[in-house]
């Protein structure tokens, strides 16, 4: 059912003319339909026709971008609040700041959320609140474990984050070595500086429709007399310099992530010396009491040489 040209105009014209007259997005459904129209799409048609009647009453979407001015001041209240360990105005800020579409598609964003998530689930006993409660640890862990019970499935086969999903079942978390890290000042700054990153690069990501955006540069070029779409060289060099700049946040973090890597594998080494050490020094005890027997002293040199050889082999100088 494919139309072309004056035909093709008067049919979008009188679906369109059936629903709510001057409804927001009313320019842009008409581009849709007309271009679903032209290509023959029969059932896309008739449900973007239902989906258009059904929402003609209230057609505003639940998420709209903000101001400039509206926009700092959500971003500061989101900072002060990190800085404060205030989980609910953070998020509340947050949600408010990035599109819904980002938190839900974006996997940097579903990733840092599950580290902001981590941060305020131990920030009663961390090293940045002047104001520990440990009596409060039971109750922030339990709103980790319930953001991961509704919302943790989409990282749970990842293995960057295998590891926190024990996190509310640790009993001293700020006693157990495989999550100190997350309690350091380091760590801390690392993750605020890339929320604050994201949160500055976020109006880039989704801040209107492209479509929208080609609709909305097309009529006021109309009405200027011109034709054919502008572009901003200005603004794109922005967006690729705050591109860079998170992905040199991101950098940091997995460093200092790295770091706490190393230093487990450190102490590992050191225990291995030390039993190697003692091993070998019992087995020289050993020796020295059968000094008397034939080849003895061999033997001793034998097992010491070999006890040196291995610690070598582990970085650990005698």
Not at 121 to 140: C, F, I, M, Q, Y
Request: charged share 20%.
């Amino acid at each position: 059912r494919r139309q072309n040209g004056a035909g093709l105009a008067v049919t979008v014209g009188t679906d369109l003319a059936a629903m709510k007259a001057g409804a927001p997005g009313e320019g842009l459904d008409a581009l849709v339909l007309e271009y679903l129209y032209s290509t023959g799409c029969d059932a896309a048609v008739d449900a973007f026709k239902r989906h258009l009647h059904a929402g003609a009453a209230h057609r505003a979407p639940a998420w709209q971008p903000l101001s400039d001015g509206e926009r700092t001041a959500v971003f500061a209240l989101a900072m002060s609040s990190f800085d404060a360990g205030q989980e609910a105005a953070f998020f509340a800020a947050w949600e408010r700041y990035v599109p819904p579409l980002v938190r839900r598609r974006d996997r940097t964003c579903l990733k840092l959320e599950f580290y902001l998530h981590i941060f305020f689930a131990v920030w009663p006993v961390h090293a940045a609140n002047p104001e520990k409660d440990h009596g409060a640890l039971g109750a922030a862990m339990e709103r980790f474990r319930a953001y991961l019970d509704a919302n943790g499935a989409t990282l749970s086969g990842t293995a960057e984050f295998l590891a926190y999903y024990a996190l509310p079942y640790v009993p001293a978390v700020q006693e157990h070595p495989a999550f100190k890290e997350l309690l350091t000042a380091q760590w801390a700054g690392a993750l605020r500086q890339r929320a604050s990153d994201y949160l500055r690069a976020a109006p880039h990501l989704a801040a209107e429709p492209r479509l929208a955006a080609i609709h909305r540069a097309f009529e006021r070029l109309s009405v200027d007399g011109d034709h054919g779409v502008p572009s901003n060289p200005v603004a794109e060099a922005s967006a690729d310099l705050e591109a860079l700049r998170q992905r040199l946040v991101e950098a940091e973090l997995r460093a200092v992530e790295a770091k706490q890597a190393a230093a487990q594998r450190e102490a590992a080494l050191q225990r291995a010396s030390t039993d190697l050490f003692r091993l070998a020094a019992a087995q020289q005890r050993r020796l020295s009491q059968d000094a008397g027997a034939p080849g003895s002293s061999r033997e001793a040199t034998a097992v010491l040489r070999r006890a040196s050889e291995a610690l070598l082999a582990l970085g650990v100088a005698l």
